[in-house]
């Protein structure tokens, strides 16, 4: 072959030949991706949790892991919604990782929580199987899972439920989609369900009337854990338009994180529901730009 014709050959630019410009997170490449369902990563007796991790195609080659959590009122997960928004974001040089939780109708908040993280060691613990890099990792969700995500980057070393207890749970940055922050406060602005029934999400949640169970509610809700340690930095987007978590649940985490000096930005997202209208290529690329700031700085000891 004429490597220099082929060149010239390649360059060629008829009349109407229009040009786009990659920015993506490792070095300008933009990957295929393979999908591997149904990954096992815990057994509870006979229930299994799975993940549903998509990896960019390039053999010995380790990119960011980024754990995704779907929303779901904390009920059971449809794990396989986002798939074609999560492979947007893989194409771009990440492994993600999406994680079936234990839902209300087997178990009771702090399950969730240990659930999220012990994906996170999973992963750490294959590392060399996926293509992940376990030094730079994120969580992401929305909805529930923003919550989840929150709760995972603020009890760094807790809700350890034993499995892959060698490995961390530690993340490097945290995005939480229009989640739930505080559970007391949950129905102050918006009516459309009974916030203080046993059988509302949040009663379900952490197994009561939160009103019954305070305490239980705070050790639940992101706003009121200790945010003046080391954290890890937050991206937090809300649409300003949501009928069923009031953007100001993330208003309040917003600011209580400012006040304590954390890394957060805030973003509303004008005239969008709840996760309605949200999942804009506008919403992709900011978190995406946040992903790669700090996944490409590996910090995680």
Same mark, same amino acid.
């Given at each position: 072959m004429?490597?220099?014709?082929?060149?010239?050959?390649?360059?060629?630019? +008829?009349?109407?030949?229009? !040009?786009?410009? *990659?920015?993506? #997170?490792?070095?300008?490449?933009?990957?295929?991706?393979?999908?591997?369902?149904?990954? !096992?990563?815990?057994?509870?007796?006979?229930?299994?949790?799975?993940?549903?991790?998509? =990896? +960019?195609?390039?053999?010995?080659?380790?990119?960011?892991?980024?754990?995704?959590?779907?929303?779901?009122?904390w009920?059971?997960?449809?794990?396989?919604?986002?798939? @074609?928004?999560?492979?947007?974001?893989?194409?771009?040089?990440?492994?993600?990782?999406?994680v079936?939780?234990? $839902?209300?109708?087997?178990?009771?908040? @702090?399950?969730?929580?240990?659930?999220?993280?012990?994906?996170?060691?999973?992963m750490?613990?294959?590392?060399?199987?996926?293509g992940? %890099?376990? &030094?730079?990792?994120?969580?992401?969700?929305?909805?529930?899972?923003g919550?989840?995500?929150? =709760?995972?980057?603020?009890?760094? *070393?807790?809700?350890?439920?034993g499995?892959?207890?060698?490995?961390?749970? #530690?993340v490097? #940055?945290?995005?939480?989609?229009?989640?739930?922050?505080?559970?007391?406060?949950?129905?102050k602005?918006?009516?459309?369900? %009974?916030?203080?029934?046993?059988?509302?999400?949040?009663?379900?949640f952490?197994?009561?009337?939160?009103?019954?169970?305070?305490?239980?509610?705070? &050790?639940?809700?992101?706003?009121?854990?200790?945010?003046?340690?080391?954290?890890?930095?937050?991206?937090? =987007?809300?649409?300003?338009? $949501?009928?069923?978590?009031?953007?100001?649940?993330?208003?309040? =985490?917003?600011?209580?994180?400012?006040?304590?000096?954390?890394?957060?930005?805030?973003?509303?997202?004008?005239?969008?529901?709840?996760?309605?209208?949200?999942?804009? @290529?506008?919403?992709?690329?900011?978190?995406?730009?946040?992903?790669?700031?700090?996944?490409?700085? @590996?910090?995680?000891?």
């Amino acid at each position: 072959m004429d490597k220099r014709a082929a060149d010239i050959a390649a360059n060629e630019m +008829p009349e109407g030949t229009q !040009v786009l410009y *990659g920015n993506f #997170a490792e070095a300008g490449n933009f990957y295929s991706c393979t999908y591997r369902p149904d990954v !096992v990563y815990a057994s509870y007796g006979e229930i299994e949790r799975r993940l549903q991790i998509i =990896m +960019p195609s390039r053999e010995g080659h380790k990119f960011p892991l980024v754990i995704f959590v779907q929303g779901s009122a904390w009920r059971k997960q449809d794990v396989y919604a986002r798939i @074609p928004d999560l492979s947007l974001i893989a194409a771009k040089g990440y492994v993600i990782a999406s994680v079936e939780i234990r $839902d209300t109708d087997i178990a009771q908040f @702090p399950a969730a929580v240990e659930d999220v993280k012990c994906a996170i060691r999973f992963m750490r613990k294959h590392a060399d199987e996926y293509g992940v %890099d376990p &030094k730079r990792v994120a969580v992401w969700g929305d909805s529930s899972g923003g919550h989840l995500s929150l =709760m995972t980057g603020l009890t760094i *070393g807790d809700y350890n439920n034993g499995i892959y207890r060698e490995q961390s749970d #530690a993340v490097n #940055a945290v995005v939480d989609y229009y989640g739930v922050t505080d559970l007391l406060t949950l129905g102050k602005y918006n009516d459309i369900l %009974d916030h203080d029934a046993a059988d509302s999400p949040e009663g379900l949640f952490i197994g009561g009337k939160v009103k019954d169970h305070i305490e239980l509610a705070k &050790k639940a809700s992101p706003i009121h854990q200790d945010l003046s340690k080391e954290l890890p930095p937050f991206l937090i =987007m809300h649409g300003d338009s $949501d009928q069923v978590v009031h953007v100001n649940q993330s208003i309040e =985490m917003y600011k209580a994180l400012k006040e304590n000096g954390q890394r957060v930005l805030f973003y509303k997202v004008a005239g969008a529901d709840h996760g309605a209208g949200f999942w804009s @290529p506008q919403v992709l690329d900011k978190t995406e730009k946040f992903l790669s700031a700090y996944l490409n700085r @590996p910090v995680v000891k």
